[in-house]
């Protein structure tokens, strides 16, 4: 019984990745360009979610300032899920809302890029940062789930949602990370081209 419901957790995820690819590679490939322009005019990009969204947000910070399968120069990307002094100030001195909007409000310039994950597209202190940057003309890539939420209302013609087909949060997460891996490599492509075998 075990092994089988471990084995429905394989099936399930492969399928939900399958069905997501053609829905996710246009806007992901869409994400790719925006971020590729931004980073190429000296702007960055801020991240944000929460509990394994945060997670994915430091995830992609990391890969950004690090390296994903290449070896480059850094990249200039926050996740604003990390600083606990920040969180906690903000939290108990204002609200739970405004973590990541007093952040981007802080570190957002015109041109930088929010990438805003949220498996229900409702997280509200993630909607309270798409409204702080879209005030500070900033882009937003959306990592969304369940059809988008609140979230995918939010956002204009000049920002793009990634919503993954799915209602399971295991699920939707899952798929977040394969869009980070995608958005690493296709930013690594954009600066370098070819493939990091070549």
């Given amino acids: 019984?075990?092994?089988?419901?471990?084995?429905?957790h394989f099936h399930e995820s492969a399928e939900i990745k399958i069905q997501s690819a053609t829905v996710l590679a246009q806007p992901i490939a869409q994400a790719v360009d925006l971020m590729f322009s931004a980073l190429s005019n000296g702007n960055k990009i801020l991240a944000c979610g929460n509990g394994g969204s945060a997670a994915d947000a430091q995830h992609f910070a990391a890969e950004l300032v690090g390296r994903f399968e290449r070896e480059r120069f850094p990249l200039p990307a926050i996740s604003l899920a990390t600083d606990t002094s920040i969180l906690t100030a903000v939290a108990n001195d204002y609200s739970y809302r405004e973590i990541f909007s007093k952040q981007v409000q802080a570190l957002g310039q015109a041109g930088d890029i929010l990438l805003a994950v949220s498996t229900s597209g409702n997280s509200a202190n993630v909607m309270a940062a798409i409204e702080a940057a879209l005030e500070r003309e900033m882009r937003v890539v959306a990592l969304t789930g369940k059809g988008g939420g609140a979230i995918g209302k939010m956002l204009t013609d000049a920002d793009v949602h990634i919503c993954v087909p799915a209602d399971r949060t295991a699920r939707i997460q899952e798929v977040?990370?394969?869009?980070?891996?995608?958005?690493?490599?296709g930013i690594d492509v954009a600066l370098f081209g070819g493939d990091v075998n070549e």
Avoid: E, V, Y
């Fill in 176 to 185: 977040h990370l394969l869009t980070i891996h995608c958005l690493c490599d």
């Fill in 1 to 8: 019984m075990t092994n089988q419901r471990i084995l429905s």
